[in-house]
């Protein structure tokens, strides 16, 4: 999530190199649906997907529950689990490696899948004070977790 640079050294943390702009990072979880459901605490714009996901035990939490997830391409080595996978991610391609025609059609399936979920990060990042938030990882997860709730109350209205 893009943010406004803070002044100082305070915020040298939320500076992503990949995206080339400042921001937080956070997880959500969905439903099938789309609405969400979780929110992670917010972290510096540089981590992982993965680094934050071991942070917040998920692949526990979903084993534990019975459940499991669609993930973008940035999830891809966190579930190595062949046999009992929690989290599905999708096949990338590089120079060396072409997909193959069923690869192309298991991204799409996933892509499909996955459409409710991007409409759910959509409507969170509707507000548009996240935007103009300047402030640090602590209080942004309070604002996140409120603006959570107040999305879900605007969407099932």
Do not use: C, Q
């Not at 391409?73 to 991610?89: E, K, Q």
Request: aromatic letters at 4%; charged letters at 25%; proline letters at 3%.
């Amino acid at each position: 999530m893009r943010t406004r640079r803070r002044t100082g050294k305070a915020d040298r943390r939320n500076y992503s190199g990949k995206h080339r702009s400042h921001g937080l990072h956070f997880l959500a979880l969905t439903d099938e649906n789309g609405p969400l459901i979780w929110i992670s605490a917010a972290r510096p714009g540089h981590t992982h997907d993965n680094t934050a996901a071991r942070h917040d035990h998920i692949l526990a939490h979903l084993r534990a529950a019975g459940l499991g997830a669609l993930a973008d391409l940035g999830f891809r080595g966190l579930d190595n689990d062949i046999l009992d996978p929690v989290i599905v991610t999708g096949y990338i391609a590089t120079r060396t490696h072409k997909l193959t025609r069923g690869e192309k059609e298991a991204n799409r399936v996933l892509a499909v899948g996955r459409a409710p979920v991007e409409h759910g990060f959509a409507h969170l990042k509707n507000w548009r004070i996240l935007t103009e938030l300047r402030t640090d990882p602590a209080r942004a997860t309070r604002l996140l977790r409120a603006l959570l709730v107040l999305t879900n109350l605007e969407i099932n209205r």
